[in-house]
């Protein structure tokens, strides 16, 4: 899979600012977006995690303004996940990165093809920019990341760890 552009979903922000791995998105991605409603859902819930601080300073990501389309919030989805898919339907060039299964359902009734953070690790350990998926993915783990044992086997075999 190769891809360019993305919108991204809070919870893989989230998840990757406080596991210190935010770091791989602008190298792997040249242009990375995050819907407002996304950006709001992190800096308003944010309880001084470092997603709330580090998000301000991140230059190599873009705020954009999302019209929610109806096919989208016939799924009752949360707004980031709204705007995170409505925004891919018209801009197709970008991939949504979202972890709920609710909205990866929605996207693939939606002909979209998302990432979720386990692929985003195995890309970046094929651009070696990771040492292990296994250890990316414990570090997530630590901040929150729910993930079953089998998961983490399938995404390491994936990954040829």
């Known amino acids: ?57 991140m230059d190599w990501l873009t705020k954009v303004s999302v019209i929610s389309l109806p096919e989208v919030m016939t799924w009752d989805l949360g707004a980031g996940e709204t705007e995170v898919l409505s925004f891919a339907i018209k801009h197709r060039l970008y991939a949504p990165i979202l972890d709920d299964m609710l909205a990866k359902k929605c996207a693939k009734a939606l002909n979209l093809q998302t990432i979720g953070t386990g692929t985003l690790l195995i890309l970046a350990k094929e651009h070696g920019l990771i040492p292990s998926v296994e250890q990316s993915l414990r570090k997530l783990q630590d901040v929150g990341l729910w993930i079953s044992e089998p998961v983490i086997q399938l995404l390491k075999n994936k990954a040829g760890e």
């Open 1 to 57: 899979m190769f891809v360019e552009k993305v919108v991204l979903n809070a919870s893989p922000l989230i998840l990757l600012c406080n596991s210190e791995l935010a770091f791989i998105l602008p190298q792997l991605f040249r242009e990375i977006v995050v819907p407002e409603a996304v950006w709001q859902e992190i800096m308003v819930n944010s309880h001084g995690d470092k997603a709330a601080q580090l998000l301000p300073t």
